[in-house]
């Protein structure tokens, strides 16, 4: 009965240890795609100020179209 208990007792040890391991890289992974997504909104935001002048519309607007040239 004894050595039951310690096989049991062991291989629990060993799915908890398992358990936290893969605990353990989720986190590291879900850390890292934040990181990367906030780099990622870094840039776009860095951009979006880069081209502030490129953005404005222009100042004028033809509304006739290209000239019929016969």
């Given at each position: 009965?004894?050595?039951?208990?310690?096989?049991?007792?062991?291989?629990?040890?060993?799915?908890?240890?398992?358990?936290?391991?893969?605990?353990?890289?989720?986190?590291?992974?879900?850390?890292?795609?934040?990181?990367?997504?906030?780099?990622?909104?870094?840039?776009?935001?860095?951009?979006s100020e880069d081209s502030f002048?490129?953005?404005?519309?222009?100042?004028?607007?033809?509304?006739?179209?290209?000239?019929?040239?016969?």
């Amino acid at each position: 009965m004894a050595a039951l208990n310690r096989k049991t007792w062991f291989f629990a040890a060993l799915l908890g240890a398992g358990a936290a391991a893969l605990a353990f890289t989720v986190v590291q992974r879900r850390r890292r795609a934040l990181e990367s997504a906030s780099i990622d909104d870094d840039r776009v935001s860095e951009a979006s100020e880069d081209s502030f002048p490129a953005s404005d519309p222009p100042s004028y607007t033809p509304t006739l179209g290209p000239k019929l040239v016969r």
